[in-house]
């Protein structure tokens, strides 16, 4: 299992391919494909691992834009007591959801695609692959 150590806006994230994560809005369309290049760590099948001082060179993580949306609500309330002053507001942080497509490092990808992910039949209730 491949994985990845991103930073993008402030933060880093673990992500791996296949599945999805939620980062600060990105200036993308929905389903328009998006490239993350800020690779800290990288950490492949076999278990090697590479750390970037401060990024790994040559390392991509390839996404596609799921959906942009906003979190759940925080509220803010402010109270002096016996002042009769009272602030009550709200707030939701607008997120894009990120699906991730694949890892790329120096010519290396990891992750897979629809197209190429093993055929799952239904055999006596279980599930198991093809190939």
Known sequence: MAYAVIATGGKQYRVEPGRFF???K???EEQASFTLDQV???VSDTGEVT???????????QTTVLQHGKGRKVVIY????????????G?????TRLMVETIEC??????TTVETAPEVVAVDAELVPTS
Not at 51 to 61: H, K, S, Y
Not at 79 to 89: D, E, S, V, W
């Open 78 to 89: 402010k109270m002096r007591p016996k002042k009769h002053y009272r602030r009550k507001k």
């Open 106 to 111: 120096n010519g290396i990808v990891w992750g």
């Open 51 to 61: 750390v970037g001082r401060p990024l790994v060179e040559g390392a991509v993580v």
């Open 26 to 28: 990105v200036a993308a």
């Open 91 to 95: 707030h939701r942080q607008p997120f």
């Open 40 to 42: 800290l760590l990288l």
């Open 22 to 24: 939620d980062v600060e």
